[in-house]
């Protein structure tokens, strides 16, 4: 971890945020696969699943698992074979935060501000402080109001647009990827493995 920072409380909390930069190691996602069984090819898979059952299910009859599984394996390689595939492609989140100039500049005047009344703890300087904090937690407020009212008036004509706003609020998908560090022999290892040396690195920030 490298460049730890103070900035501004997040709204109207009293705790400051610590921001750093970490370089992590991800493994590469799969690209999800879905099977497009309106478009099977059912008569060729129907000749595939219309062997003799009773000798294939002969060697494990004995067992009702082993049979389940030995249909469910013939059965997963027919729609390996007579389903065709969709791989389903991953869209970024377009968050409902704003992104106008303004707004960002009045982000930035409430760090500087927050950083000016650490360093000097001028009464006048928190004054400030606060009205800058107001006014970014006002304008994303109005933002975010105008967002959904514009979302809630396309309701009955594009009912879509509603429920996928509904499911981007409702649900999340991190993956986040496990930590890298270096123990005392100059070994590269994974944190996870190791929860002690995970302490190590927050203690070093202190």
Request: aromatic letters at 12%.
């Amino acid at each position: 971890m490298f460049k730890l920072e103070y900035i501004s409380p997040l709204g109207k909390s009293d705790h400051a945020i610590i921001k750093w930069e970490c370089e992590v190691t991800t493994s590469p996602k799969m690209q999800p696969v879905n099977y497009n069984y309106l478009r099977g090819n059912y008569d060729e898979m129907r000749v595939f699943l219309s062997g003799d059952w009773d000798n294939i299910l002969l060697p494990v009859s004995n067992s009702v698992d082993e049979m389940w599984s030995v249909f469910a394996d013939l059965l997963s390689e027919a729609v390996e074979c007579f389903v065709p595939k969709t791989f389903v492609s991953h869209k970024k989140h377009q968050s409902v935060q704003p992104s106008g100039y303004e707004i960002k500049e009045s982000v930035r005047k409430k760090h500087r501000l927050w950083t000016r009344y650490i360093e000097t703890q001028i009464p006048t300087v928190l004054h400030e402080y606060r009205k800058m904090r107001n006014k970014v937690k006002n304008e994303v407020h109005k933002i975010r109001q105008f967002k959904q009212e514009s979302i809630a008036r396309l309701t009955r004509s594009n009912p879509k647009h509603f429920w996928k706003y509904i499911k981007s609020k409702s649900s999340r998908n991190i993956n986040v990827g496990e930590l890298k560090s270096v123990d005392a022999n100059g070994k590269e290892i994974w944190i996870t493995e190791d929860q002690d040396s995970f302490m190590v690195t927050f203690s070093l920030l202190r």
